[in-house]
Each structure stands twice: as structure tokens, then as C-alpha cells.
């Protein structure tokens, strides 16, 4: 059973340096999401893609970051010029097509800005 | 604004104590209303998805019930390894394919 996968798992970077994140979705899902989650909070909602069109972007995501998914397939968000409230749990999710259809999470990718 | 509400924050069992989380929302059009459980530096794992009042779903010792304002997970003679924070998630109408959570029940199950 292939799940979503994100890569990497942990990223520790120096603030101001640029990192980009990947998440592979289940196969036959066309939906893919982004979300933040901090310490002791639930996940907040970034961008979410239906196939390779970006269809909404939450007022969260600052021009800093950019997310693509190029063919319809895997995901890529960069964040530019870390900074350290950018430490946070990126999890990315995908469904499929439908309009009530369940988001299943990756494992999530750590980042913490010194 | 479009909101979801969880409680309590924490709550501390002996296993085999059943008890119930809370989930209420501000209603603008619910399309779907959905149960995760996450475990700590892992994802959230999906459990239910509600999309109508009165509707139920069980899973082992797990049953999520929805009203037209609130969503109860219920939990029957729970184990340790039922430790965990369990999040609510609503999907509004207005609010495309995006999910609102709330912040999350952590339970502890002491044996």
C-alpha cells in the first residue's frame, strides 16, 4: 500500500537560506493539499491543488512561498529566506476526485530554522 | 467566521474508562465533517468522515456520532494504545476543498 509520501522527513536550516519540500500522493488521487501545523495546534490550511492547477492559496502563504505540482503528480513547496517562524510541520495531503472525497496525510516533514 | 472547536484540550483516562470529545462548529453550509487521530512527529491518520445529522460510524472502540451544530467521538473501554491527540476536521461549502481543524483533543490512557 503506497500512502502519501514526503521527503524529506526532517530539514534543519539556517534562517535565510531557501528550502523546498516534496510530497508524492497517492496514486490515483487528482487532489493535493498543503498544510502548517505548529506545537499543540491543528493543522492550518496552505494551498491545495486539482491536478496541476493551484485552486486556492490561504493568506498564510506569503510570497516567500511557492508550491507546484507540474504534472498533476508530485508536489514541491519552497519556502525563500527561512526565517524561524517558518519551524513547523509541513504535512501535505491528497483525495480523491469527488466533492466530499477524505484527505489522507504523508508523515509530514519537520523544519526548524536556526 | 467559519470555525471549529474542540474539547476538552486534554483528558486523562484509566483504561476502561469510556468518555466522549467534543467538536462544535459555526455552520455556514457543512459538507463534511471528519475524524483523524495523530500520533506524536507522525501524520494525521484518518478515522471517520460524517456528512449528515444522525449519521454514526464505528471503528473498534471508536463511534463518531454528528449533529447539526456538533460532532462527539466516543470512546468504549479504551486501551493505552489508544493514547493519542484525536483532531476534528470540517469542510464548509464556501470554503473550496480545504479543511478547517480544530486544535485537538490529547488523551492520555493510564493502564
Known amino acids: 500500500d503506497t500512502g502519501v509520501s514526503q521527503d524529506p522527513r526532517h530539514k534543519i536550516t539556517k534562517r535565510g537560506q531557501n528550502v523546498t519540500f516534496r510530497c508524492d500522493p497517492i496514486?490515483?488521487?487528482?487532489?493535493l493539499y498543503w498544510y502548517r501545523q505548529t506545537l499543540g495546534q491543528g493543522p492550518e490550511f496552505l494551498t491545495y491543488?486539482?491536478?496541476?492547477?493551484?485552486?486556492?492559496k490561504s493568506r498564510l502563504l506569503s510570497d516567500r512561498f511557492s508550491a507546484e505540482r507540474p504534472k498533476g503528480s508530485f508536489s514541491t513547496l519552497e519556502i525563500q529566506r527561512t526565517e524561524q517562524g517558518d519551524s513547523a510541520m509541513y504535512l501535505c495531503?491528497?483525495?480523491?476526485?469527488?466533492?466530499?472525497?477524505?484527505?489522507?496525510f504523508g508523515p509530514g516533514t519537520r523544519l526548524t530554522v536556526t | 467566521e467559519d470555525q471549529v472547536t474542540q474539547s476538552p484540550e486534554a483528558l486523562r483516562l484509566q483504561e476502561g474508562e469510556s468518555s466522549s470529545l467534543n467538536c462544535s462548529y459555526t455552520v455556514s453550509g457543512l459538507r463534511g465533517l471528519f475524524w483523524y487521530r495523530q500520533d506524536p512527529g507522525k501524520g494525521p491518520e484518518f478515522l471517520f468522515t460524517?456528512?449528515?445529522a444522525g449519521e454514526e460510524k464505528e471503528k473498534e472502540r471508536l463511534k463518531a456520532t454528528l449533529t447539526k451544530k456538533e460532532s462527539f467521538l466516543h470512546i468504549t473501554a479504551p486501551k493505552p494504545e489508544d493514547s493519542a491527540t484525536y483532531l476534528c476536521?470540517?469542510?464548509?461549502?464556501?470554503?473550496?476543498?480545504?479543511?478547517?481543524f480544530g486544535q485537538g483533543t490529547e488523551l492520555s490512557v493510564k493502564p
Open positions: 496514486s490515483e488521487h487528482n487532489r
Open positions: 495531503a491528497s483525495s480523491a476526485p469527488g466533492q466530499t472525497t477524505s484527505q489522507y
Open positions: 476536521a470540517v469542510r464548509f461549502y464556501n470554503q473550496g476543498g480545504k479543511l478547517i
Open positions: 491543488f486539482q491536478n496541476e492547477a493551484q485552486l486556492e
Open positions: 460524517l456528512y449528515s
